[in-house]
């Protein structure tokens, strides 16, 4: 490592903090270059990914298929607009939809225009086929959400960073806790529309809600005539050992949301998926995106579509998960880490206060060579791609414990 590529590094960490907003807090990492779950900084040191982009990178970074995918398409057309049919969009809706099990799909691009696209849908539907009266439409929400940054967004979340400073807030949606039957029970009346939730809480901190609840969920919903909408962005498309987190219960939701994964780390896409009754509700102009569901967007999502209808990656995240918990475990216990949890290759490890912060033990594994991500205090969220090895999981895992015992 020269004196020269040192400055490098600096000067472009200097560089961003001069001129982008400090929306972020990044880990003091250049990243150069990547390849499966391995990251390069621009002094050449290597580190391992246990972040995977929030889980847009479940096949890791540059996988060979979805890369190819790509450049075909990079060839022949990129993006028409909506205003015009391209020749993968059908594909992508039709096999989208079987892979969910569902009927119809509409696709956006980011996480949170998905959601809002639920949302906007799920009222509509309220309108239209349940009768609320107009204006009306309530949505209930869980304690503790995350389901992205735009205005109505967060207009129900209770994390303060997230949301103060940013009133006047979106009206009609009920916050009741993650995980209690009783409270949705009590919150779902005539006028709620939907009932939106995170099947596994993620930037929560992994939080895998009480066995029984997603299925009382479901029955409560049914039972009220409103819908079930799982935002699956970041338990969804293998994560969990599932293709889908609501599946660990047996579990069909009325519509999914998804997003992350579905772009293979290469494009955003993002999609609402659903029946004919209830995305049947929208009408041309009623919604829309200049980018959503374009040719390049289609093409690599099909990629993924057909690597997720394979198993291999839901199976590879239920192995390598089942041992990174074991590994996990024996850490508890010891002093160090309080609690474990999570599902698959997804784990949310509390941290002792005494080793730290969150951010301070992100911050020493940084310098151990692997790359993970703090949430609320003191909680390590892992989430490597699903493609690691399980010697790079290991390797992972044992510098964890060094960071801990040190
Ligand atoms: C990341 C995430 C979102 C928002 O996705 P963006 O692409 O960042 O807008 C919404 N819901 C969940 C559960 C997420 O993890």
């Not at 690691?388 to 390797?395: A, H, M, S, V």
């Amino acid at each position: 490592m020269s004196e020269e590529s040192v400055d490098g590094a600096a000067a472009l960490i200097a560089a961003t903090e001069a001129h982008s907003a400090r929306n972020y807090h990044p880990l003091p990492v250049v990243v150069a270059s990547a390849e499966g779950s391995t990251l390069v900084d621009v002094e050449g040191r290597r580190y391992l990914d246990l972040l995977a982009g929030y889980s847009a990178l479940n096949f890791g970074h540059r996988h060979p298929r979805l890369i190819a995918a790509a450049k075909e398409q990079l060839d022949r057309v990129t993006l028409t607009s909506r205003a015009f049919h391209h020749d993968r969009f059908a594909a992508f809706c039709s096999e989208l939809a079987q892979l969910c099990g569902m009927e119809m799909v509409l696709p956006m691009n980011t996480g949170a225009e998905a959601v809002e696209t639920a949302i906007k849908t799920a009222r509509r539907w309220g309108y239209q086929v349940k009768g609320v009266p107009s204006d009306q439409a309530r949505i209930v929400v869980a304690g503790g959400n995350f389901h992205g940054r735009t205005t109505t967004v967060v207009s129900f979340s209770d994390d303060p960073d997230a949301r103060d400073g940013f009133g006047p807030y979106t009206p009609g949606f009920d916050v009741v806790p993650f995980g209690d039957e009783a409270a949705l029970e009590a919150a779902v009346d005539d006028r709620t529309v939907a009932v939106l939730l995170e099947p596994i809480q993620g930037e929560a901190g992994v939080l895998v809600p009480p066995a029984g609840y997603l299925a009382a969920v479901r029955r409560i919903t049914a039972e009220r005539g409103a819908l079930f909408i799982a935002d699956e962005i970041q338990s969804g498309l293998g994560r969990t050992g599932r293709t889908f987190a609501c599946e660990h219960e047996g579990v069909v939701p009325d519509m999914y949301v998804l997003g992350k994964a579905l772009g293979g780390g290469v494009v955003p896409v993002s999609a609402v998926v659903s029946s004919r009754a209830v995305l049947g509700v929208l009408s041309p102009g009623s919604h829309g995106s200049t980018f959503g569901g374009n040719p390049l967007a289609c093409a690599v999502a099909l990629e993924v579509i057909a690597m997720l209808r394979s198993g291999e990656y839901q199976q590879r995240a239920t192995e390598l998960g089942t041992h990174l918990h074991h590994e996990l475990s024996t850490l508890v216990g010891g002093g160090s880490v309080t609690a474990v949890r999570g599902r698959g290759l997804w784990a949310g490890v509390d941290v002792a206060p005494r080793f730290g912060t969150g951010r301070q033990v992100a911050e020493r594994l940084m310098q151990r060579g692997v790359l993970v991500k703090d949430t609320h205090g003191s909680t390590i969220r892992i989430a490597p791609p699903l493609v690691i090895e399980k010697d790079e999981l290991d390797e992972a895992v044992e510098q964890f414990r060094a960071v801990l015992s040190a």
